[in-house]
């Protein structure tokens, strides 16, 4: 296996030679899973924002973590029935995204992976994982997190750098200054002038690399604990 195949971390990239080979050695140690949505961000924001945002912190997580952790193909349909006013918002509900969530988690345990973090980028997802995650740890009896990423960015952090101090908002100061520094081609800025809501106007790309650079090393952090037994799961206890 060359050196690219072994620091690689998409797993689609990898051929079934290729993953096999780096699991029966014993390197791949863990798997995220980034889930997220395609959706409405007011007039200025690209529909994608959501689960680019949940890709690249994922993404560049795993490359700090290389070669022990893959990353997973993005659920970039998410839960967003609230959102549906606006015509291009695509939404799943709750119980066939769960279905197919709970499907993607099952794969990559069977794949050889007992640390595995689902790494959120929408908020609409929350409640339904939270209400359902004590049975997927009952039910596969191993290390699964669910974690929003904004939720690992220091409240220091974020406030030495939001003038709004408010995260994560929606394609407000936060996600807007997020888009800034990542991909600058998803903001429209004549949008930002004209619309009702003015906090976008805050943001800036500076800031918003700033938390990215700061998210990306707390999720790398959350996962390596995740490897070294630091950071486990307690399994909800089973009826007698």
Same mark, same amino acid.
């Given at each position: 296996m060359?050196?690219?195949?072994?620091?690689?971390?998409?797993?689609?990239?990898?051929?079934?030679?290729?993953?096999?080979?780096?699991?029966?050695?014993?390197?791949?140690?863990?798997?995220?899973?980034?889930?997220?949505?395609?959706?409405?961000?007011?007039?200025?924001?690209?529909?994608?924002?959501?689960?680019?945002?949940?890709?690249?912190?994922?993404?560049?997580?795993?490359?700090?973590?290389?070669?022990?952790?893959l990353?997973?193909?993005?659920?970039?349909?998410? &839960?967003?029935?609230?959102?549906?006013?606006?015509?291009?918002?695509?939404?799943?509900?709750?119980?066939?995204?769960?279905?197919?969530? /709970?499907? =993607?988690i099952r794969?990559?345990?069977?794949?050889?992976?007992?640390?595995?973090?689902?790494?959120?980028?929408?908020?609409?997802?929350?409640?339904?994982?939270?209400?359902?995650?004590?049975? /997927?740890?009952?039910?596969?009896? &191993?290390?699964?997190?669910?974690?929003?990423?904004?939720?690992?960015?220091?409240?220091?952090?974020?406030?030495?750098?939001?003038?709004?101090?408010?995260?994560?908002?929606?394609?407000?100061? /936060?996600?807007?200054? /997020?888009?800034?520094?990542?991909?600058?081609?998803?903001?429209?800025?004549?949008?930002?002038?004209?619309?009702?809501?003015?906090?976008?106007?805050?943001? =800036?790309?500076?800031?918003?690399q700033?938390?990215?650079?700061? &998210?990306?090393?707390?999720?790398?952090?959350?996962?390596?604990?995740?490897?070294?037994?630091?950071?486990?799961?307690?399994?909800?206890?089973?009826?007698p």
């Amino acid at each position: 296996m060359s050196q690219s195949e072994s620091s690689e971390i998409l797993l689609p990239k990898l051929t079934r030679r290729e993953f096999r080979e780096r699991m029966q050695s014993g390197e791949l140690k863990a798997c995220i899973i980034p889930v997220a949505a395609t959706e409405q961000h007011l007039e200025h924001l690209a529909m994608e924002h959501d689960w680019r945002s949940v890709m690249l912190v994922a993404t560049e997580a795993a490359r700090l973590l290389a070669p022990e952790v893959l990353v997973a193909p993005s659920m970039n349909i998410g &839960i967003s029935e609230h959102h549906m006013r606006h015509p291009g918002t695509l939404s799943a509900l709750p119980g066939s995204w769960l279905s197919v969530l /709970f499907d =993607t988690i099952r794969s990559m345990h069977h794949a050889g992976f007992h640390n595995i973090l689902v790494l959120n980028g929408h908020g609409g997802n929350i409640a339904p994982c939270l209400g359902m995650w004590g049975q /997927f740890q009952q039910r596969l009896e &191993i290390n699964l997190h669910f974690e929003s990423y904004w939720n690992l960015l220091p409240e220091e952090i974020a406030l030495a750098n939001l003038k709004t101090e408010r995260w994560p908002g929606h394609a407000q100061e /936060f996600e807007t200054a /997020f888009a800034m520094a990542a991909f600058p081609e998803n903001v429209r800025h004549d949008a930002m002038q004209d619309q009702e809501d003015k906090e976008p106007l805050e943001a =800036t790309a500076e800031a918003g690399q700033k938390m990215i650079d700061e &998210i990306v090393k707390q999720v790398a952090g959350y996962v390596s604990s995740m490897i070294d037994g630091s950071n486990t799961v307690e399994i909800p206890p089973f009826h007698p």
